[in-house]
């Protein structure tokens, strides 16, 4: 049975019972347009559903953080990332087979058609997949969820759902805790492939994170490595 902290309901996801109960209560959240926080194989993350730019706008605010810096996008499976970039090429196509699920987003034109707002894109989307099984399930019953690190901008990114819950509060309708994520909590490496059309191609790191350069490099060894930090 889910608790309750200052009207938000938070569920123990490490009890198979809270499972069936958990699963619905973020999926209702999401369709009502409101933010779930969720584990991932980096750190936590919040949540909101990617086509509802009022969602988006409250994902951004619970955060503290302006349309400047737009949430990433989670999707179930590389099938989904063909719906929304606008080209995947065959460079991407094997950074995607190389690292996802896992901790690899990758910045890349969206679908010019798609109907959402998740602040200056630029016409970009950054995508992945991540490697944790609940927000898998949850992904694949939802679709894509706009997701960014569950904390106040410039507070530690948060390893476990109590962490979250300490900084965003009643913000978050509903707290999926699946335990303290393993590691250090080292976010993803985020790759701008906006470039990568070829396999000599530039890639940009956007930030170095979960993945090195010399695993990048290790796929692509051909492609022209910038790294922004």
């Known amino acids: ?10 569920f123990d996801c490490s009890d198979s019972s809270q499972l069936l109960a958990a699963s619905r209560a973020a999926r209702q959240a999401l369709g009502r347009g409101e933010l779930v926080v969720l584990p991932t194989d980096t750190v936590y993350g919040v949540g909101a559903d990617a086509f509802d730019s009022a969602a988006v706008a409250k994902l951004l605010a619970a955060k503290g953080r302006g349309r400047t810096s737009p949430p990433p996008v989670l999707i179930p499976g590389t099938a989904t990332m063909q719906a929304l970039a606008a080209e995947v090429t065959q460079p991407v196509k094997k950074l995607a087979d190389a690292f996802w699920p896992g901790p690899l987003t990758m910045v890349m034109f ?16 950054a995508l992945r997949i991540p490697n944790h099984p609940l927000t898998l399930e949850l992904l694949r019953e939802t679709g894509p969820l706009a997701v960014s690190s569950a904390n106040i901008t410039g507070q530690p990114a948060a390893k476990s759902a109590i962490e979250a819950q300490r900084m965003l509060t009643d913000s978050v309708a509903v707290y999926l805790d699946a335990g303290e994520v393993s590691g250090e909590g080292t976010p993803s ?12 191609g530039k890639l940009r790191v956007l930030r170095l994170g979960a993945i090195s350069v010399a695993e990048i490099t290790a796929v692509l060894p051909d492609a022209e490595v910038i790294t922004e930090e």
Do not use: C, K, R
């Open 1 to 10: 049975m889910a608790e309750h902290f200052d009207g938000s309901e938070y």
């Open 110 to 125: 969206a679908q010019p058609s798609l109907v959402w707002d998740l602040g200056e894109t630029q016409g970009t989307v």
């Open 189 to 200: 490496t985020i790759l701008d492939v906006t470039e990568l059309n070829s396999p000599t």
